[in-house]
């Protein structure tokens, strides 16, 4: 008696394997962050920032004051502001 088998699934599947993981090591190599810090940025920076002013702004930050609808409805209005001058 002689048996055939069905194929050689095997490596069939062992190539989509390897085509799937080089697709998802793609994927994962241009999912990167990137840090770009402005000229402006980097100027304060070098002139040193007051600290009585920094500890304002950490304590506003974490007690959630920039968070507050008064702040995000100024901000929005500000930002409507500018793109209307802009017109």
């Known amino acids: 008696m002689n048996i055939k088998g069905v194929g050689n699934n095997l490596n069939r599947y062992t190539e989509l394997y390897k085509k799937q993981e080089q697709a998802t090591s793609r994927q994962a190599q241009q999912k990167t962050d990137k840090l770009e810090i ?50």
């Open 38 to 87: 402005s000229s402006a940025a980097k100027k304060l920076q070098s002139e040193g920032i007051d600290p009585k002013l920094f500890a304002e702004v950490k304590t506003k930050i974490e007690s959630g004051y920039y968070n507050s609808d008064e702040v995000i409805n100024k901000v929005a209005d500000n930002i409507i502001k500018v793109f209307s001058e802009i017109d």
